[in-house]
Nanobody
Framework: QVQLVESGGGSVQAGGSLKLSCAASHYIFRNLFKTCEMVWYRQAPGKERELVSTISNYGSTTYADSVQGRFTISQDVATNTLHLQMNSLKTEDTAVYYC???????????????WGQGTQVTVSS
């Protein structure tokens, strides 16, 4: 069951921009944006999953060093949509990008309760 739905991925040349969006697929999940930390992860082929950016329900944000100054995370509370504005894209930004929400601790360790299926971002030189 898909709980979060990403969109906005695609192919772009280096230096270009893309804006990713993440929305809840069911009204039950739409309050997540008001109560939970929301995050963007990415995973490139052959690499481990990387935390790209986070935003708390209070609006405080964090960024990975690799994207600091180029990416901006934001929330549209009116539409319950999470965004990731990506500027000055580099070939190393190529990955599948996932949004996730609500930090939890499982037997296997900390994770997030809700995940999207991912959207592909490809940056060519």
């Amino acid at each position: 069951q898909v709980q979060l739905v990403e969109s906005g991925g695609g192919s772009v040349q280096a230096g270009g921009s893309l804006k990713l969006s993440c929305a809840a697929s069911h009204y039950i999940f739409r309050n997540l944006f008001k109560t939970c930390e929301m995050v963007w992860y990415r995973q490139a082929p052959g690499k481990e999953r990387e935390l790209v950016s986070t935003i708390s329900n209070y609006g405080s944000t964090t960024y990975a060093d690799s994207v600091q100054g180029r990416f901006t995370i934001s929330q549209d509370v009116a539409t319950n949509t999470l965004h990731l504005q990506m500027n000055s894209l580099k070939t190393e930004d190529t990955a599948v990008y996932y949004c996730a929400a609500c930090a939890v601790t499982r037997v296997t360790g900390p994770t997030y309760a809700y995940w999207g299926q991912g959207t592909q971002v490809t940056v060519s030189s």
